[in-house]
């Protein structure tokens, strides 16, 4: 089973944001930016590749459930999801990366 499978069943804790029965948004372990949270289907999927465009029209309105919890909508906010080897995933269920509460900064460098 996946780490994040695992943080879905309370296996591995996690200090959650948002939950409701399909998904859940949990601050990440390893913060980059002031606020990083990690917005995952509870269902697993490897990535964004696989998932069904239906699902994803709900996790869209989660997404925007969790940014609006951390009021961050205004101010604006990045939302990556890393998928497979040249994508640079490492966890390999779904996610996206919530960054924000500060400026991120530019994508290209
Ligand atoms: P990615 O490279 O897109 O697969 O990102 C995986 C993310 O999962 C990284 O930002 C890690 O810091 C994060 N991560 C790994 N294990 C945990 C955990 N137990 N709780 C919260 N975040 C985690």
Redo the contacts with the bound molecule.
Sequence with gaps: MC?FCK?VKGE?P?QTILEDEDFLA?????PSRKIHV?IIPKEHYDSFDVIPPKIMANMTEFIHKVASKLDIRKSGYRLIT?IGNDG????AHL?F?LLGGEEVGRLVR
């Design positions: 780490i943080i591995i996690n949990f601050n990440d372990i390893n990690l890393n640079g995933q490492e966890v996610h990366h």
